[in-house]
């Protein structure tokens, strides 16, 4: 069992950064993929980033690339999602979840993958 809570979220001006953090309990946090997700009012929720076990591999969604960074501290059982140059469409809720995985470097890019998520955290930049 792995229980997820976001922090980091909140109002911010178009061009600027916030750092979205993801801590997770349980002592099998090195056992679990993690992802982050957002859903925008009216839209359904869609797949950000994802980091593998191990931290070595990462991905962010087109959208995203080269503004959005996803990290994990394996020590401190946390994930983490730097945001920068912000866009007001980038204004969502958004999510942390962890998928079980076998493999160290394998990275969860799909929502059924993920077994635990978080309660989510709002995020909103005005224009």
């Known amino acids: 069992q792995v229980q997820l809570v976001e922090s980091g979220g909140g109002l911010v001006q178009a061009g600027g950064s916030l750092r979205l953090s993801c801590a997770a309990s349980g002592r099998t946090f090195s056992t679990y993929a993690m992802g982050w997700f957002r859903q925008a009012p009216g839209k359904e929720r869609e797949y950000v980033a994802g980091i593998s076990r191990s931290a070595d591999n990462t991905y962010v969604t087109e959208s995203v690339k080269g503004r959005f960074t996803i990290s994990r501290d394996l020590a401190k059982n946390t994930v983490y999602l730097q945001m920068n140059s912000l866009k007001p469409e980038d204004t969502a809720v958004y999510y942390c979840?962890?998928?079980?995985?076998?493999?160290?470097?394998?990275?969860?890019?799909?929502?059924?993958?993920?077994?635990?998520w978080g309660q989510g955290t709002q995020v909103t930049v005005s224009s």
């Open positions: 979840a962890a998928g079980y995985s076998i493999g160290y470097v394998q990275i969860l890019t799909v929502e059924s993958q993920y077994n635990y």
